[in-house]
Nanobody, 126 residues
Framework: QEQLVESGGRLVQAGGSLTLSCAGS????????MGWFRQAPGKAREFVAG????????SYADSVQGRFAIAKDNDKNIVFLRMSDLRPEDTAVYYC???????????????????WGQGTPVTVSS
């Protein structure tokens, strides 16, 4: 399993912004479709956003559309999740994951993703 390391999670007030990072390697971030998922306490893990290996295609959950943005830096093998207008319901542990090499499609289900990071917690206070 390829190693992914998320960072950037912390406590933030509602309405604030936060950027999460997911660092990997050329074998993970650079050549693969990447996704961000989250798991709130007592709930199932859910898809948040995804991006194809070139960065040409992105996909978002309806709940974050227009507030979150996913981006890749293929030179540094890092995927970012820029979050704005944060709400208490965004509170969760956020995970990044790798999907298909050289894929042109962003899947939104866990079974399409192979390697996962350890997660970074985000808490949004009201």
């Amino acid at each position: 399993q390829e190693q992914l390391v998320e960072s950037g999670g912390r406590l933030v007030q509602a309405g604030g912004s936060l950027t999460l990072s997911c660092a990997g390697s050329e074998r993970t971030v650079r050549i693969r479709t990447m996704g961000w998922f989250r798991q709130a306490p007592g709930k199932a893990r859910e898809f948040v956003a995804g991006i194809t290996w070139t960065g040409a295609t992105t996909s978002y959950a309806d709940s974050v559309q227009g507030r979150f943005a996913i981006a890749k830096d293929n030179d540094k093998n890092i995927v970012f999740l820029r979050m704005s207008d944060l709400r208490p319901e965004d509170t969760a542990v956020y995970y990044c994951a790798t999907s298909t090499p050289f894929g042109t499609y962003v899947g939104n289900t866990e079974n399409l993703y192979e390697s996962w990071g350890q997660g970074t917690p985000v808490t949004v206070s009201s």
